[in-house]
C-alpha cells in the first residue's frame, strides 16, 4: 500500500464514523486502474456481533450492512474522496462476511487513479 492508498484508507474509515458511527479497525487499499479496492476488518459493532449469533440475524445483518453502505454514499457523495485523487466517484460496490467480520469495498472512479498515483 503506497502513501496515497494509506491516505485513501484514512478518508474512508473517516467518512463511516461519520455517517455510520463507526469505522473499521483497520483498512487495506489498493488501486487497480479505475478501482479503489479497500478491504476492511473490525466492521462489526458490539451490538451487530450480537444480532449476528443468531442465523436469521446474520442474513439481516448482511443484507441491511451492504445495503445501507451503498445508500449512504449516494445520500453523502464522497467529495473529499473525489478532491483527494482529482476525479469523479461513479459506483460502489459492497460485500461483507459477517461470520470473519471482513468487508470489501470497490470505489469505481472516472479515472485511473492507479496510473494516476503509482508514481
Given at each position: 500500500?503506497?502513501?496515497?492508498?494509506?491516505?485513501?484508507?484514512?478518508?474512508?474509515r473517516?467518512?463511516?464514523?461519520?455517517?455510520?458511527?463507526?469505522g473499521?479497525?483497520?483498512?487495506?487499499?489498493?488501486?487497480?486502474?479505475?478501482?479503489?479496492?479497500?478491504?476492511?476488518?473490525?466492521?462489526?459493532?458490539?451490538?451487530?456481533?450480537?444480532?449476528?449469533?443468531?442465523?436469521?440475524?446474520?442474513?439481516?445483518?448482511?443484507?441491511?450492512?451492504?445495503?445501507?453502505?451503498?445508500?449512504?454514499?449516494?445520500?453523502?457523495?464522497?467529495?473529499?474522496?473525489?478532491?483527494?485523487?482529482g476525479?469523479?466517484?461513479?459506483?460502489?460496490?459492497?460485500?461483507?462476511?459477517?461470520?470473519?467480520?471482513?468487508?470489501?469495498?470497490?470505489?469505481?472512479?472516472?479515472?485511473?487513479?492507479?496510473?494516476?498515483?503509482?508514481?
Open positions: 500500500m503506497n502513501k496515497y492508498e494509506a491516505e485513501f484508507s484514512n478518508i474512508v473517516s467518512f463511516r464514523k461519520k455517517h455510520m458511527g463507526k473499521p479497525s483497520k483498512i487495506t487499499t489498493t488501486f487497480c486502474k479505475n478501482w479503489a479496492i479497500c478491504e476492511m476488518e473490525g466492521n462489526l459493532s458490539p451490538v451487530e456481533k450480537f444480532i449476528a449469533s443468531a442465523d436469521e440475524g446474520k442474513q439481516a445483518l448482511r443484507s441491511a450492512r451492504t445495503e445501507m453502505v451503498k445508500q449512504m454514499y449516494k445520500k453523502h457523495p464522497p467529495v473529499e474522496m473525489e478532491e483527494f485523487l476525479c469523479h466517484f461513479v459506483d460502489l460496490f459492497v460485500d461483507i462476511d459477517i461470520d470473519r467480520d471482513f468487508g470489501m469495498s470497490i470505489f469505481v472512479f472516472d479515472e485511473d487513479i492507479q496510473d494516476k498515483f503509482s508514481k
